[in-house]
């Protein structure tokens, strides 16, 4: 009896599997990991070996959700639940560095918070300009690096002014890059990276993932392993699409000016339980 017919090699797509979670390399990113992985035993905020669970992300990406309602439980206007949020930025951050996250993005300002009244708007922008201007200091001996993303041309002329002397003044930071993503959309981000290659000249039969994720914001940055939203919502709020394919999302019911170091600690022990498998 003839034995079954020998089959031809399979052939697979020229671009799978998708390049969104295969290593990045970029001197940016080299620095950063590198300098985030190596214990600085010369500081009493270092992170050892014993403050990193076994997997560590190394990208998380959070959903800042629940300022306004935080606010309105304690009686209190829209514009302290922010600045209670903004409280709760500056002990995660310093919690991220002790912990050696390697990149920390942060959704601060969607695009579609324009919608929003003036004077909240207005006191967004003034809060933030006023937490990078006053711990530029902090953040510098930490070694953390300050990136923007999203149209920061369209910010008002005096807070693009304050915030970009901040992030010149961290640009030498290397343990941990935070990305701030304020006047961001994902959307819109996708928006910008098809203008920036269809300026480039690139043959449409050239174009791939890596051609659309070097023309993204995060060019050169690993995509988030772990996105977190507080809250209780369960949406990402076109909030890093494109970047957040393969992504573990953890959600969880706390509003954010009550995430806390334990929250965030629970959340890197929930992403180390988990196996990703990317389709495999």
């Known amino acids: 009896m003839a034995g079954p017919e020998a089959r031809s090699p399979l052939e697979r797509p020229t671009d799978a599997p998708p390049i969104a979670h295969a290593p990045v390399h970029g001197a940016t990113q080299a620095a950063v990991l590198d300098a985030a992985a190596a214990p ?8 050892g070996p014993e403050d990193r669970p076994a997997d560590l992300p190394r990208h998380v990406a959070i959903i800042m959700d629940g300022n306004r309602r935080w606010a309105r439980e304690r009686g209190l206007s829209e514009l302290e639940g922010h600045a209670a949020g903004v409280e709760a930025i500056r002990e995660l951050l310093r919690h991220a560095v002790r912990r050696g996250v390697p990149v920390l993005t942060l959704y601060a300002f969607s695009r579609e918070n ?60 290397e343990r941990l890059l935070l990305n701030v993503a304020f ?7 996708l928006v910008d990276a098809v203008r ?43 909030f890093l699409i494109w970047q957040s394919a393969y992504a573990e999302l953890y959600l969880c019911d706390l509003l954010w000016p009550d995430f806390g170091p334990q929250a965030f600690d629970e959340a890197l022990a929930e992403f180390a339980r988990r196996t990703r498998r990317f389709g495999r």
């Open 196 to 238: 920036r290659v269809a300026a480039s000249g690139i043959e449409p039969s050239a174009i791939d993932e890596s051609t659309i994720s070097a023309a993204l914001y995060t060019a050169g940055l690993p995509d988030p392993d772990l996105v977190i939203r507080t809250g209780g919502e369960h949406r990402l709020s076109n």
């Open 114 to 173: 324009w919608a929003r009244s003036d004077d909240e708007v207005m006191g967004l922008f003034a809060l933030l300009e006023g937490a990078i201007r006053d711990e530029t200091d902090e953040l510098r001996e930490q070694g953390v690096r300050i990136r923007l993303l999203g149209r920061v041309e369209e910010l008002p002329l005096d807070t693009r002014s304050s915030i970009e002397g901040a992030l010149a003044e961290t640009s030498g930071g």
């Open 40 to 47: 600085d035993a010369g500081t009493a905020e270092s992170s």
């Open 183 to 189: 006047n961001y959309a994902g959307r819109t981000e």
